[in-house]
């Protein structure tokens, strides 16, 4: 026996599904801030991390950009984007979330970590050689 699912049900199952698996994460993560409550990306799991498939898609299109720029702009209008950011970069890389966070990709705060290393390497081997 199959079932009938409309499109929109469909929908709303993956933005249901979306949404668990973005709090399961930042449960994994022990995200138990207490500026979390106040955060915009709160049920918007697949504004902020879209299914792989979508992704692929919009780099296959060369509009990869313009698939994260809703999730950025609702970090940049929320009330605890300061405090998100700074959490999410204190994270060790292998503990990164997925998608944006912080008003930032995942590939963003790679480069964020990697100049944050590298600067802080230079600083120590200053040090040492003074």
């Given at each position: 026996?199959?079932?009938?699912v409309?499109p929109?049900?469909h929908a709303?199952?993956?933005?249901d599904?979306?949404?668990?698996?973005?709090?399961?994460?930042?449960?994994?993560?022990?995200?138990?801030?207490?500026?979390?409550?106040g955060?915009?990306?709160?049920?918007?799991?697949?504004?902020?991390?879209?299914?792989?498939?979508?992704?692929k898609a919009?780099?296959?299109?060369?509009?990869?950009?313009?698939?994260w720029?809703?999730a950025?702009?609702?970090c940049w209008?929320?009330?605890?984007?300061?405090?998100?950011?700074?959490w999410?970069?204190?994270l060790?890389k292998?503990a990164?979330?997925?998608?944006v966070?912080?008003?930032?990709t995942?590939?963003e705060?790679?480069?964020?970590?990697r100049?944050?290393?590298?600067?802080?390497a230079?600083?120590?081997?200053?040090r040492?050689s003074?």
């Amino acid at each position: 026996m199959s079932v009938s699912v409309t499109p929109a049900e469909h929908a709303d199952h993956l933005a249901d599904r979306a949404a668990r698996d973005h709090a399961r994460a930042a449960d994994a993560l022990r995200v138990d801030q207490p500026w979390r409550s106040g955060a915009a990306c709160q049920g918007q799991g697949l504004v902020m991390d879209p299914p792989a498939e979508e992704v692929k898609a919009a780099q296959e299109l060369g509009v990869e950009r313009l698939l994260w720029r809703s999730a950025k702009e609702l970090c940049w209008s929320c009330g605890v984007y300061d405090r998100c950011q700074a959490w999410v970069l204190s994270l060790p890389k292998e503990a990164d979330v997925t998608g944006v966070c912080g008003g930032m990709t995942e590939g963003e705060r790679r480069r964020v970590r990697r100049k944050r290393a590298a600067e802080s390497a230079a600083q120590e081997e200053n040090r040492e050689s003074a």
